[in-house]
């Protein structure tokens, strides 16, 4: 039987045209598969940041103490500031929480500490291995000649300890053994901070990045202790913005129009941001708007900020100040 050839114009696709439809699709591909593959990562990591956080705060709550670990009578100062982030890890920390491969300052990368992390405005900076590489005002500000016997003395430079967690996190701790209740004469965020951790929640594979993969959390006072984990975003919403006003260009709603994932952090937040300051970068040295209001109004109060000594104020809403935003 002879066959009967198809009608012109019902043929295949010759070669060049497969040829240039996998091109198109390659190069659709190249562009679109990156920032899906980003979209997910960071959908996994804020997952895992938040459960991380979640199990963190759980943990510091069930603690009986989070003060005066480290101190002994037949201890030197000097053994003190070695030891105080691991004896808080090994006796207090771990009856809680379980932790394992507990490293001291020495050897941090043996618990997944990477030697260098890249700090959310770009930069890369040695990871740091106590309070004063952490932020070097942490043991400068306040003046200790303000201090009076009933006052809580400033923190010595104490060294950094690390450990990781059962599922896979990597955790350097710092901690300040002589961190202050909520109220004391002189009101620094760096004389209430009890216990700064900086996470990797996969250890050395990298990006080693803030914001990605790295993160922080910090815990505030030494009794009624509070747990708080910020994430802000790289720059400044506003450099002079008041607290309130009426056409919604104050702190709040600028961070409210930056997305529908951004606000504006409260008090003890912006203390683990100062705390963290050289992780974050970009910060003025001004005073920044927190979202704890003290009275309502454009005449009322609400609470700021230092970013340059750590110094924790007040000031009238219609005040411009700057304004960092974090994540929800």
Known sequence: MELTPPPKGLGGFTLAEVLITLTIIGIVAAITLPSLLVNVNDKAWNAQRKALYARMSQAIGEMDSISGYGSSNNETEQQIIDGAAEAFIIDGLSKVYRVQ????????????????????????????????????????YPDPEDYSEDDYKLTTDIKAAAFETVNGESIALFYNPNCGSKVDSYDYVQTKTCVNMIYDLNGLKGPNEVGKDVGFITVLYRTNSIVVAPMPFSSDVSKSAPSYSEDESDAGSLCAKQGDDSRLPDIDELGSMYINSSLIGNFVYDEYWSGSVISSGASGQARTQSMFDGGRSSSTRYNPLCVRCIKR
Do not use: H, Q, V
């Open 101 to 140: 491969n507990i490293c001291n300052s020495n050897n941090l990368t043996a618990c997944g500490i990477p030697s260098s992390i890249i700090a959310l405005d770009g930069t890369t900076l040695s990871f740091p291995k106590s309070l004063k590489e952490l932020n070097p005002y942490f043991t400068e």
